[in-house]
């Protein structure tokens, strides 16, 4: 599988994004995709998750104010982000692969940088 994200940007407090994940490849084998983020200095944490049957799981951070959606037969997947703040400002990863909705799966994108100015 291969993961392509695009859609972030520089944005100010408050404002919104989306994100979107294309993959190829054996994508009907994937049963969890999932949005990462890195900022610098800190570890990877994970952002938002959903499964086939769309079942979700947020962040305490992500709750209320990011989506996550998933076109299964598309192979793509987003995340709506808004109400954004300076401490959402990370590179933010695609994910899929896993089991899990709390845990990441082995396919990573290369990431895309989202920036939110005070």
């Known amino acids: 599988v291969h993961l392509v994200e695009s859609g972030g940007g520089l944005v100010q407090s408050g404002g919104s994004l989306r994100l979107s994940c294309a993959a190829s490849g054996k994508i009907t084998e994937i049963y969890v995709m999932g949005w990462y983020r890195q900022a610098p200095g800190r570890q990877r944490e994970l952002v938002a998750a959903i499964s086939t049957d769309l079942r979700t799981n947020y962040a305490d951070s992500a709750k209320g104010r990011f989506t996550i959606s998933r076109h299964v037969t598309e192979k793509t997947m987003t995340l709506e982000m808004s109400n954004l703040k300076p401490e959402d400002t990370a590179r933010y990863y695609c994910?899929?692969?896993?089991?899990?909705?709390?845990?990441?799966?082995?396919?990573w994108g290369q990431g895309t940088q989202v920036t939110v100015s005070a």
């Open positions: 994910n899929a692969g896993s089991a899990a909705l709390m845990v990441p799966g082995p396919t």
